[in-house]
């Protein structure tokens, strides 16, 4: 009876700490009605990544906004990037290349490809699976400077699920702005 009474009690503590089931990431597929969609002003609001390379750049990015508009070719985005890092501004305008088949998107930069997909969300995020390494690596953007609760849980349970603790996860801060916009 004892044995019993103490499986009883601590089954609802053990299937509490049972770890949070994983939904896949997702992507979506790239076609004419999603493409325009991205279109438009972004505001880079956190990201994770064990890439060294990516750790740098995370650790240094205090401000990010980037928009897409329409490139010269039907499978090309402008993109133009107004980046704070530390106490430097920097304005990048770039190509990135957009594979329908495999929705997938790539851009190169100083010889080196970085390609993503994008995952399925809230049509006001954008949350980016960067795939061509072999370090897990995820990003999220959004049309405002500010996310709402559900969505940063959104974006941290995929990084959980990922394996990226709290402390692995770099925010940038609406109050660091480019003097670009404003701040």
């Known amino acids: 009876m ?6 009883f009690l601590g089954l609802p503590l053990a299937l509490a700490t049972e770890p949070q089931s994983c939904a896949p990431l997702v992507p979506i597929t790239f076609d004419n ?10 505001f880079y609001i956190a990201g994770a990544s064990r890439y060294p390379p990516h750790l740098a750049e995370l650790r240094a990015v205090t401000f990010a906004a980037f928009s897409f508009s329409p490139g010269s070719h039907e499978d090309e985005l ?4 107004i980046i704070r890092m530390n106490e430097t501004c920097v304005v990048k305008n770039s190509t990135i290349q957009v594979f329908q088949q495999n929705s997938t998107m790539a851009h190169v930069e100083n010889g080196v490809v970085s390609m993503a997909r994008l995952i399925q969300s809230d049509k006001d995020l954008l949350i980016l699976n960067h795939i061509n390494i072999d370090f897990p690596s995820l990003s999220l953007s ?11 849980e959104e ?11 709290e402390d692995e996860v770099f925010h940038t801060s609406i109050e660091v702005q480019t003097p670009l916009q404003g701040g």
């Open 78 to 81: 402008n993109c133009t990037e």
């Open 155 to 165: 974006f941290k349970a995929h990084l959980q699920c990922l394996g990226f603790t």
């Open 2 to 7: 004892l044995a019993t009474l103490t499986l």
């Open 142 to 152: 959004a049309r405002t400077p500010n996310v709402s609760k559900e969505h940063m």
């Open 33 to 42: 009605t999603t493409i325009p969609q991205i279109l438009g002003q972004w």
